[in-house]
């Protein structure tokens, strides 16, 4: 369909030319108001609101990346697939962070590398889906989109989207991200405080080996400091805001004008990336996010083609800035290997280095015969395994991983190390949408990642 709906109007004097071109093209993934008014309304009381972001954090997690894309620094992006206003809250959100954190802590260790840590939090409300409708005993409804769309809950009045959503999915993030802004610059994230982020998960195989670790960044700090060192800066840390770019309602009127350089940054996030199934190089989404300042991220399937991929950074990064273009791969276990190397090998020849991040999650997905949505550890294991064998054979750097996680003690993955089978996943399903990786088995991924950057290949005692 086209987006015909009119502009909303920026609260700044300047408007980039060009800015609303998407608005004239095709267009996926959008709901249904029912009211086009009411929409127009939200959108329009969004864009008066404050920034969630700053411009000047967008521009230096861009040298972040830049970092990354050139093999010194490795980004870690974790969080919900889908975030729920009843799930922000307190705990949830700092068990999220402290799992970020303790993965960051293992990599940045075992790897002797900087870490970028980047939540999928504070506005990943909206979720494409493969129908329109979801049919349950001869009753057939609109899909769920995401909170910030409509309610999960399978009635009418649940499924009906809701344009005051928007509004509730503004304030919602703002106050995600104002906790996590007090927990990694008020002394929570200090690094001298790694063992106190066990508290509160349950004890487990990974567990005692991050305490192994700790016990040894421990005596480290304490050595630096009877030499002098001043720790001043392990009191804080860069965290990161991210999403995927969707519900185009919110992300238009959330994009401001920066008053230092009269360009366009779309403030609900300080990273946004590009679906499998918005990516159209003559969609809207494509379009719109070309103009942008952000750091722009893609989804990358099995079926991309090398010259698809050259005709997105033409569009994206025709500039080849340095940290503008991520491109996040979810091949599946099965097909990496084949499919990831002959992209890898061309980008060799054009004179683009966008960032290579894996996401092992969402080409291994599966149904149990029970109805449940779940994926493999061991298939997530091998996809990550099996892109950075991909970047070694070919002489690229793997830059990053991108999971969803939970800090929470759910049964949504099958097996890791608590072994989690098909009977197991109904004690703690949670998940609206996608299956996460719970507390135990994002650390054990932390430390298989650890080990390939530096390049051990891990043995499954090890884990």
């Not at 610059?185 to 790694?194: C, E, I, N, P, S």
């Not at 995927?244 to 403030?267: A, F, K, Q, V």
Request: one cysteine or more.
């Amino acid at each position: 369909m086209v987006y015909t709906s009119e502009p909303v109007v920026l609260p700044e004097p300047a408007v980039v030319a060009g800015l609303d071109h998407w608005r004239t093209l095709p267009i996926k993934q959008q709901p249904t108001w029912p009211s086009a008014e009411e929409a127009a309304a939200a959108s329009a009381e969004i864009a008066t609101m404050p920034p969630l972001v700053f411009a000047g954090e967008v521009d230096q997690l861009r040298e972040r990346l830049a970092r990354a894309a050139q093999g010194r620094a490795f980004l870690l992006q974790g969080g919900d697939c889908a975030e729920t206003f009843a799930g922000a809250t307190a705990d949830q959100i700092r068990n999220r962070v402290k799992t970020i954190l303790q993965m960051a802590v293992v990599l940045t260790y075992g790897a002797s590398m900087p870490v970028i840590k980047m939540g999928r939090m504070a506005g990943q409300f909206a979720k494409p889906r493969s129908s329109d409708t979801e049919t349950r005993g001869g009753v057939t409804l609109p899909a769920y989109r995401g909170d910030i769309v409509n309610g999960y809950d399978f009635t009418p009045e649940s499924r009906n989207a809701d344009p005051a959503r928007l509004v509730r999915g503004y304030h919602t993030a703002a106050s995600t991200l104002n906790l996590i802004r007090a927990f990694t610059q008020g002394g929570f994230a200090d690094l001298r405080q790694v063992h106190s982020w066990n508290k509160g998960f349950a004890q487990n195989p990974a567990n005692a080996r991050y305490e192994h670790l700790a016990r040894e960044i421990d005596r480290a700090i304490k050595f630096m400091e009877a030499a002098g060192a001043d720790f001043d800066e392990l009191k804080r840390v860069e965290f990161y805001a991210s999403h995927e770019g969707l519900l185009m309602d919110y992300e238009r009127p959330m994009t401001r004008i920066d008053s230092r350089t009269g360009l366009p940054y779309d403030t609900s996030a300080h990273f946004l990336w590009i679906g499998e199934r918005t990516r159209e190089l003559d969609g809207a989404h494509v379009d719109f996010f070309s103009r942008v300042r952000n750091p722009i991220g893609v989804k990358l399937g099995p079926s991309t083609t090398p010259e698809a991929m050259e005709r997105l950074i033409d569009k994206l990064d025709p500039e080849r800035e340095p940290g503008r273009l991520t491109f996040i791969t979810r091949m599946g276990a099965g097909k990496i290997r084949d499919a990831l190397p002959p992209l890898l090998e061309h980008i060799k020849t054009l004179d683009a280095t966008p960032l290579w991040v894996t996401d092992p999650m969402h080409g291994n997905g599966l149904t149990t015969p029970t109805g449940y949505k779940t994926r493999r550890f061991d298939d997530v294991v091998d996809e990550v395994r099996g892109f950075f064998e991909s970047h070694r054979a070919v002489g690229t750097f793997p830059g990053g991983i991108h999971v969803e996680l939970t800090g929470d003690d759910v049964t949504e993955c099958l097996g890791g190390s608590e072994q989690i089978d098909e009977e197991t996943l109904a004690t703690r399903y949670e998940s609206l949408c996608d299956p996460r990786l719970n507390h135990m088995q994002s650390l054990e991924l932390a430390f298989l990642v650890a080990e390939e950057l530096g390049g051990t290949a891990p043995t499954t005692a090890a884990l």
